[in-house]
Structure formats: structure tokens, C-alpha cells
């Protein structure tokens, strides 16, 4: 059905969704909980700054990421002097990209989420002898678990979408951040493209209703499970 | 033991309360919404902090600010009672009471958990989950879980404001258990004369954040100052009674007071047992000479202390039958007709009917009222 071409695309943009998730939902969960609870001189400028990937020319993101994390970039130097890591052409680098651009969307579902949590439980938990850390995860995570799940996903769902930061920054390279979408464009330049180009947006779009069929399955699976059906 | 003595400022509204309550029984924080009656016992619980002042419970300090301590919600073990109810929505409710019980360990082990499924009746809720019990359900739940969490106090706001008539009065018998079975000091924040008259010993009233009274609640609920809380048709004499007699062919009962005897509609209490009574201040009528030939059959003589031109129509008469004072709320036409002077005796008149009582199992106090 697929070509060995495609494949090996298809399987590069499960392995960048998955670890750009990953790897950004620590780091989401924790900007959501300053952006949910915190108030502090300067935090409408981190707001923005956080939600300025979602709104800049994606080609901007990846030639930003360029400038920094590139081989001669202000910090891309150093992770190659110091650590070896090289994002250029790299998966690593792919995975970076799509961490970046579908961080503002998961961070926004998890504030959503934390917002919605009646803090009223937590008080009612502090007073029954729970501490602060306590009530977090014994209260407050359980009942953002919704929101914690439909954000990973919807980070998922755009990881695999992502385009214009990826070709910027890391390039279009087979094997190591040719995912679909780079793919396709690659096939609409080939003179006998189109085939190819019609398979992989058909994979696309089963990969993108699996996300969001899924989602929904466990929106309300938790919902059920937390007594909020 | 609870001494509280706190003063809190914030935009619009300011607080400042100071009393003691003793170390079991009820003592109700009694006033209109927004006089300031929660932020008292959020004060207590460590939810709010006060600007100045101390909270002290059985001689350990929650707040000094003066010391510079602040003890955090988590470890001052004051039981809180939500109004509405705050249970946790992804745990069941067996879930939901052991939630306090695991978080007390090392606390010395006072009510066990198949005591409190008893006394709350709670037993066939445990395996439901909180979002399919109903308003009162719910509240025992609560009420369950804050016990079970060991606390040195209970703390409850308006436990009953959200629920209707037919679930308050389901609820009511279980609070009253808890007053009479559990040696904890409770601050029950309400609105509602007829409960803080039915669970409390004590009371403290607030008005727009200033308390304007503390004491035993016959002395407190009696005060003719407490009507812009209590409100002028509903001022009024509240007497801690014994049964005297009962009359089986009349369906009445006899109660004796300091000052006297009132007859009052028949009280489900046994003989010498503790009723406490209400006589609405409207509902007392004042006669000069002993009436004859009338249907009223409380008939008691009296001395009149003191008169207070009201507002409107309205005159306070106070009024000493023996050792009790009791408020008569008459027209000032009717006191310039008599001629009612100070020291001058009457007769009061109370229609047996117009007697509230109740409270068959009430506890009578231990502290005495100052």
C-alpha cells in the first residue's frame, strides 16, 4: 500500500508527535500552573510570550530556532561544543521544532482544565490535613486529567501538521525530519508525485480522526471515572 | 477551649469580633449575610488571615500576629463543615470519608469510621459516588469526613442554608447526635434563629462586621438590640425551661422559669426535662389590673422596668416577672393610655399558643451564662 518512502515518513511523524509531547507536557503543566495561579510584575509579557509561537509565521519560529539552536546559533554552539548535540538535520531537531510550535495549544488546555477545578476541594482538602503538594496530587491532577489528556493530544495532532518551523530550521531530510507533511510537499515537486502525495494525505486524515476520536473515547472515560458525567 | 479575638480590613467591609466558646456544645455565629460570620470560622480554620489578633484553640495558638504565627490550614485540625458540602467529585464516598482519617494518623485516634457511618446513618452511601446523593445526603457525607479527620473543632457554615425544609429537618436529629455525642467545641455559623434556638448553648451575633453581642443564647436572644438582626416581629424573650406538669386532657404542658410558669402547647419532654421556650415580644400584652374573664391563660404579674419608644408606632416595654426580664413590644399609644410608667406593676398576658417551644433532648448548657 505505502512505499518503503512513505513509511518511513509516516513512522518519523508518530516518533516526533509522540516525543515532542512528551517532552513539552512537563514543561506545559508547569507554565499552565503560573499562568493559572501565580500573579506576578511582568506576567502579562510571559503570557505573551508563551502564545507567540501559535500566532508568528511558523517560518519565523523555525528560522528563531535557527538562530539559537542552530550548529552556529547563540546556544547551538555550545550544545555541540559541550554535549555533542546536534539538532540540524537531525530527528532530535524535528521533534524540537514541533515541541515548540504545539506548546502554546497544550498549555491552553491544561489552564483551561486547572481553571475549571473548583478550589473549594482544595481548600476542603488543606482543612482535612492534606498539604499543599498533597492536594495537587491527590486532588487537583485527578480532576485536570481531562484537560491533561485532550492537550496532549491536541499537541499530538499538531506535532503531526507541523511544517513551516521544521523545513526552516532542521530542513527536508529523508529519514530524519521528512515527516508527512514535509513529504507531501516533497511529492508535489516530483513529475510523478501525485500518487504518492494522494496516499500520504489519506494517511493524514486517518491519523488526525484517530487523534480525535480517541480523544473524545477518553474525555469521557475520565469524566465517568471522576464523577463529573 | 476557643478564644478568638480578631480584626480584618478589606475594601467595603471591615470585621471585628472577640469572644470565647467552650470546649463542647454548639456556639452559634448568628447575623444577616455579609455580617461577617464566615470569615470568622475561614479565620479559624486558617483560610483567611486577619490583620491583627489572636485565635487559640485548647491553649494551642493557630494565630498571633503580634508572635508572628500563622499555623497552616493543614495542621490546625479544625474540622470545616462547607455549606455546600465540597465533596470530592472523583472519589467515592467511603473514599471521600477516609480522605481526613488516613491525613490524621498519629492524632490521637478518637471517633472510628464504622461510629461515624452510625451516627450519621451513612452506611448504604458508601460505595455512591458524590455527584448521585441528594443535598442532604451529601451534607452528612461532609460532615462524616470532617469528624473522621480528628479534629480539635468543628467548623460549620450554614450546613443546612442549601437545602430545603424537608432535608433540613432530616438533618437537624443527626447535628443535634453530634452535639449531644461528641465532646468537640462547634462554631455553627448561621442565619436562622429557629436552628441557632433549636442546636446552640451559646451565640455570638454580628452586624456588618461588628459583634454586637456574645453570651448564653436565652440572655442573647432576648435582648431588644438584637432587632436589626433578628427583626422587629420576631424580637423577642427566649427562656431556658424545665417541664413542671403536663396536662394529658389538654394536650398542654406546664413549663417553669426563674420568673414563673407558662403554659405552653404540649412539649414531647419528660418531667423535669430542659425545653427552651420563645415568647415573641408582639405576642405579649400588658394589662393594669389582673385580667378576668379572658381566653389568655398566661397571666403573670410583673414589674415594668423600662419603656423605649420605637420607630413608628412602636414601643419596648421590658418587663421583670421575678428573675426573668421579658420584652413586651406594644404602641406607644397603648403606653401614654395606660400611663405605663417604670416600677410600675402589671400583669403580663401571653396566649399559650403564641409559645414556642422545643427542643425536647436539649442539653442544657454547662457553662453559666455571665
Not at chain 1, 511558523?58 to 539538532?87: D, H, M, P, S
Not at chain 2, 445526603?137 to 467548623?155: D, F, H, N, T
Not at chain 2, 433549636?198 to 438584637?226: C, N, P
Not at chain 2, 402589671?346 to 453559666?368: L, Y
Amino acid at each position: 500500500m505505502l512505499t518503503p518512502e512513505e513509511w518511513t515518513a509516516v513512522q518519523l511523524s508518530l516518533k516526533v508527535a509522540f516525543w515532542a509531547t512528551f517532552w513539552s507536557l512537563p514543561f506545559a503543566l508547569a507554565t499552565a500552573m503560573v499562568l493559572a495561579r501565580t500573579s506576578f510584575p511582568g506576567k502579562s509579557l510571559f503570557d505573551g510570550i508563551v502564545y507567540l509561537p501559535l500566532v508568528l509565521p511558523k517560518v519565523v519560529v523555525g528560522y528563531l530556532l535557527l538562530i539559537t539552536l542552530g550548529a552556529r546559533g547563540y546556544l547551538g554552539q555550545y550544545l555541540a561544543e559541550w554535549f555533542n548535540i546536534r539538532l540540524i538535520f537531525t530527528t532530535a531537531g524535528a521533534t524540537v521544532a514541533a515541541a515548540v510550535i504545539s506548546f502554546p495549544l497544550t498549555v491552553n488546555a491544561i489552564r483551561l482544565a486547572l481553571e475549571a477545578v473548583d478550589r473549594g476541594l482544595e481548600t476542603a482538602a488543606r482543612t482535612l490535613g492534606a498539604s499543599r503538594l498533597d492536594v495537587f496530587l491527590t486532588v487537583t491532577l485527578p480532576l485536570m486529567l481531562p484537560g491533561i489528556l485532550s492537550g496532549a493530544l491536541l499537541s499530538i495532532a499538531s506535532a503531526l501538521g507541523e511544517f513551516g518551523a521544521t523545513i526552516t530550521f532542521v530542513s527536508n531530510v529523508e529519514g530524519q525530519t521528512r515527516t508527512i507533511p514535509l513529504a507531501i510537499y516533497s511529492a508535489t515537486h516530483m513529475t510523478d508525485g501525485d500518487a504518492m502525495a494522494a496516499r500520504l494525505t489519506v494517511v493524514s486524515i486517518v491519523l488526525a480522526l484517530a487523534a480525535l476520536l480517541l480523544a473524545n473515547l477518553a474525555d469521557r472515560r475520565i469524566r465517568t471515572l471522576i464523577g463529573r458525567a | 477551649m476557643i478564644e478568638v479575638d480578631i480584626q480584618l480590613a478589606r475594601p467595603g467591609f471591615s470585621l471585628a469580633s472577640a469572644f470565647t466558646a467552650p470546649g463542647a456544645g454548639v456556639t452559634a455565629l448568628f447575623g444577616r449575610s455579609g455580617a461577617g460570620k464566615t470569615t470568622i470560622i475561614q479565620a479559624v480554620a486558617g483560610v483567611v488571615r486577619p490583620d491583627r489578633g489572636r485565635i487559640v484553640v485548647d491553649g494551642e495558638t493557630y494565630f498571633d500576629s503580634a508572635g508572628g504565627i500563622d499555623v497552616p490550614i493543614e495542621r490546625r485540625r479544625a474540622g470545616y463543615v462547607f455549606q455546600d458540602a465540597r465533596l470530592f467529585p472523583h472519589m467515592s464516598v467511603e473514599r471521600n470519608l477516609r480522605y481526613g482519617q488516613r491525613r490524621a494518623r498519629g492524632a490521637d485516634a478518637g471517633i472510628g469510621f464504622d461510629a461515624v457511618v452510625e451516627l450519621l446513618g451513612i452506611g448504604h452511601l458508601l460505595g455512591r459516588r458524590p455527584h448521585t446523593l441528594s443535598g442532604g445526603e451529601k451534607q452528612r457525607v461532609a460532615i462524616g469526613r470532617a469528624l473522621l479527620s480528628q479534629p480539635r473543632l468543628l467548623l460549620m457554615d450554614e450546613p443546612l442554608a442549601a437545602l430545603d425544609a424537608a432535608r433540613k429537618a432530616e438533618i437537624l436529629p443527626y447535628l443535634e447526635r453530634l452535639r449531644d455525642e461528641m465532646k468537640l467545641p462547634i462554631l455553627y455559623v448561621s442565619h436562622s434563629l429557629e436552628e441557632v434556638l433549636r442546636l446552640s448553648d451559646r451565640v455570638v451575633a454580628l452586624k456588618d462586621g461588628q459583634q454586637i453581642a456574645e453570651g448564653s443564647v436565652a440572655e442573647v436572644m432576648s435582648r431588644t438590640d438584637m432587632q436589626p438582626v433578628i427583626g422587629r416581629f420576631d424580637i423577642g424573650t427566649v427562656l431556658d425551661c424545665t417541664v413542671a406538669r403536663h396536662d394529658a386532657a389538654y394536650d398542654l404542658s406546664t413549663l417553669a422559669f426563674p420568673g414563673g410558669e407558662l403554659r405552653v402547647p404540649r412539649v414531647e419532654a419528660p418531667l423535669g426535662g430542659a425545653v427552651r421556650a420563645r415568647v415573641r415580644a408582639r405576642d405579649v400584652a400588658i394589662a393594669l389590673a389582673q385580667p378576668v374573664d379572658v381566653s389568655v391563660s398566661n397571666l403573670l404579674p410583673a414589674v415594668v422596668e423600662a419603656i423605649t419608644p420605637g420607630e413608628g408606632p412602636y414601643a419596648d416595654v421590658a418587663l421583670l416577672t421575678g428573675a426573668t426580664r421579658l420584652a413586651a413590644s406594644v404602641t406607644r399609644e397603648s403606653v401614654t393610655r395606660l400611663g405605663l410608667v417604670p416600677g410600675q406593676a402589671v400583669w403580663a398576658m401571653i396566649k399559650t399558643v403564641a409559645v414556642d417551644s422545643r427542643s425536647p433532648d436539649f442539653a442544657v448548657p454547662g457553662e453559666p451564662s455571665s
